[in-house]
T-cell receptor, first 112, second 114 residues
Framework: DSGVTQTPKHLITATGQRVTLRCSPR?????VYWYQQSLDQGLQFLIH???????AKGNILERFSAQQFPDLHSELNLSSLELGDSALYFC???????????FGPGTRLTVL | AQTVTQSQPEMSVQEAETVTLSCTYD???????LFWYKQPPSRQMILVIR??????QNATENRFSVNFQKAAKSFSLKISDSQLGDAAMYFC???????????FGEGTQLTVNP
């Protein structure tokens, strides 16, 4: 158990819908990272938040957004969902961006 | 942009034997980190081993060791005394020292035969 929690574990929805994925980092970790793992694209970095502020953006679509709240949990919002958004979405956390990342168990999103 | 390449989509090894997984990367940076992650069927991403580029000594963690060749931009993982529980997808990853992003390779699926 990495100490990072993600909810829900599985999510099935339809094209055009909007979903929110939630991540709680390890206690004391200020950084939260989101990654997408799909068959087509492999493991892709989406975005990094540090203590509530966006620090880096990767291959995140404009239909996706994220935020980190004062209690340091983070949410990834995916809207206007397409079939190709079906993937495993990981959250990871670390104390500082230089430190080891601890990955959560992931949220499996299926778009029908 | 940094890239990470794993040229072996699949590998297999007999239990108790040794196997080496290959990884090459491309970067213009001189200081960075390299990692091997394991993803078993549970899909959890587990850090196996980490190497800091400024350290010449190869990292080791119990049965896992790396061969880091900085000039050749090569970073292979050796698993000794392979166990059934080592069966998983293994990902090589790169991170700039001051960067946010982990860049992953395509992965190598390791099968351990009893």
């Amino acid at each position: 158990d990495s100490g990072v929690t993600q909810t829900p574990k599985h999510l099935i929805t339809a094209t055009g819908q909007r979903v929110t994925l939630r991540c709680s980092p390890r206690s004391g970790d200020l950084s939260v990272y989101w990654y997408q793992q799909s068959l087509d694209q492999g493991l892709q970095f989406l975005i990094h938040y540090y203590n509530g502020e966006e620090r880096a953006k990767g291959n995140i679509l404009e239909r996706f957004s994220a935020q980190q709240f004062p209690d340091l949990h983070s949410e990834l919002n995916l809207s206007s969902l397409e079939l190709g958004d079906s993937a495993l979405y990981f959250c990871a956390s670390s104390i500082h961006f230089r430190d080891r990342r601890y990955f959560g168990p992931g949220t499996r999103l299926t778009v029908l | 942009a940094q890239t990470v390449t794993q040229s072996q989509p699949e590998m297999s090894v007999q239990e108790a034997e040794t196997v080496t997984l290959s990884c090459t990367y491309d970067t213009s940076e001189s200081d960075y980190y390299l990692f091997w992650y394991k993803q078993p069927p549970s899909r959890q991403m587990i850090l196996v081993i980490r190497q800091e580029a400024y350290k010449q000594q190869n990292a080791t963690e119990n049965r896992f060791s790396v061969n880091f060749q900085k000039a050749a931009k090569s970073f292979s993982l050796k698993i000794s005394d392979s166990q059934l529980g080592d069966a998983a997808m293994y990902f090589c990853a790169y991170k700039e020292t001051s960067g946010s992003r982990l860049t992953f390779g395509e992965g190598t699926q390791l099968t351990v035969n009893p």
